[in-house]
């Protein structure tokens, strides 16, 4: 296999992977980095010839792995594009809203290239849909040459696959963004065991470790906790959010505090457009289970070591899901941006789950944010992985009383509303990935989707847990013969 990691910085962004089999030429994912603009928000596609791609495998819908599509797309009219049922009814959700993002920006930023695609184009993607079932294997053959294909449930979000590769003898496999615990409004990955000879694995929690006693359902509490306390002090709540799949899990948490009688009823909630529209998706998906395979169990699957937190792994029958009567029931609302100002405070109590989850400049998050951040009753909670040149990662680097600067909307103030990190991420912990790594018995592994400081860590540790393997911590851009 060539393999070349086509995102120009070693970072969580611009995902896109070229990878060479044979025959075969494939893409997996074709992503565009949040915290950049225009043509340096993308992968580096200048090193694909026209015409020359036969197949683009798409792990999931969030934009760090689809919002580029479009553009490598129109040069590649013979690639079909393989991805689960879920995610062919979530993208074009997800590149429609960011195409009027960018018809949005490239007026307020004055971004001439803006936007990068046209609405034609995103529906040329769909016409080249190819739809991949969990656990049902395709194979396909190019002069002569065979290809077999399996897509499985990787978790983290719906419709999100983990990709296995059968080529030659050998095996392949691509983590995707992966996460093996369940989520209120999703079961675990679902990834059975087997031996492969090349995995490709994501590496964004490298950095973090989590105490030894650390339950997924109590920091969620904790977060419940926090919100009640805010609300009944006569302050607001912002959870910055992505739009697919933390918002509809951090709703789900916000419906069991009224259902348990432990969150007070009589404030408004509001959601972001997006998140919203997401919803409707979910809602289709969700009335038709069995048609979209969203509920496929492995056989014998990849089950992290025992932790107290495991019953919330091991429990893929268990009830989940997400309906869109919850927003009924909530009474949410969409976010009213005009009557949001900097610096002038929300008079009435107020909770905010809006996108985007790393305070991206513009978004509604954004917005928010600056609305909140001067006042001490007030509260700005992030559930999930912030990069740290973003805005949520500048804020959470700083403490109370720093001053901090709203450079979009050129305001500045003081920190005084509490500012705090919930650990609900949507990827799966280092100590799993590991886990799956020596399970796997790969002789090369392949890291990506993480900064540098956690792909460091990773590679030092598979190194140990894997003494004969290579590892490999590509340099952008670059061929790599595995
Ligand atoms: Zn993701
Ligand atoms: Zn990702």
Known sequence: MKFTDLN????????????????FHLLVDGGMSPKDVGLASLPDYTRIPS????????????????GSLPCVHRSQPSARVLMTPASGEILPVMLQNSYTVMLRQRDEKNVEEYPLFSRPEVDAVLGDFFPMHFGRTREF?????????????????????????EHGGKKYFFTGDILFRRQHTLGGAQIPSMKVDTLIMETTRGLA????????????????????????????CLLPVFALGRMQEVITLIYEGRKRGILPGGFPIYCSGLGLAVVDVFEKIMRNRKKYGVDYTAQDPIVPPVRQDLRHRLAPSDEWG????????????????????????IRRPSLFIVSSGMLVENT????????????????????????????????????????????ALEF??????????????????????????????????????????????????????????????????ETYEI
């Open 364 to 407: 509604p998050a954004y917005q928010v944010a600056s609305s909140l951040l001067s006042f001490p009753h007030n509260l700005i909670a992030f559930t999930g992985y912030c990069d740290p040149d973003t805005p949520g990662g500048r804020l959470l680097a700083l403490g109370p009383g720093d001053s901090f600067a709203f450079d």
């Open 209 to 236: 470790e989590h105490p030894q006693n650390f339950l997924y359902e109590e920091e969620l509490a904790r977060l419940l906790a926090s919100v009640i306390r805010t609300i009944k002090g006569g302050g607001s």
């Open 8 to 23: 120009p910085k070693r970072e969580i962004g611009a995902h896109s992977l070229l990878v060479e089999l044979g025959e």
């Open 51 to 66: 015409d020359s791609i036969d197949l683009i495998l798409l792990t999931h819908c969030h934009l760090d792995h689809i």
């Open 322 to 345: 997400f309906r869109k009567r919850i927003l009924t029931a909530l009474n949410v609302r969409p976010l009213p941006r005009n009557r949001i100002k900097a610096g002038v405070d």
């Open 141 to 165: 053959v190019k002069n002569g040459d065979r290809l077999k294909i399996t897509f499985f449930p990787s978790g983290h979000v719906m419709g999100a696959a983990s990709i296995l590769l």
């Open 412 to 477: 500045a103030t003081t920190i005084r509303a509490r500012v705090e990190h919930y650990d609900a991420s949507g990827h799966a912990d280092r100590e799993d990935l590991l886990h799956m790594a020596h399970e796997m018995g790969p002789s090369s592994v392949v890291l990506s989707h993480g900064d540098g400081g956690a792909r460091s860590w990773f590679e030092n540790a598979l190194q140990l847990a894997l003494p004969t393997a290579k590892i490999i911590n590509p340099e952008p851009q």
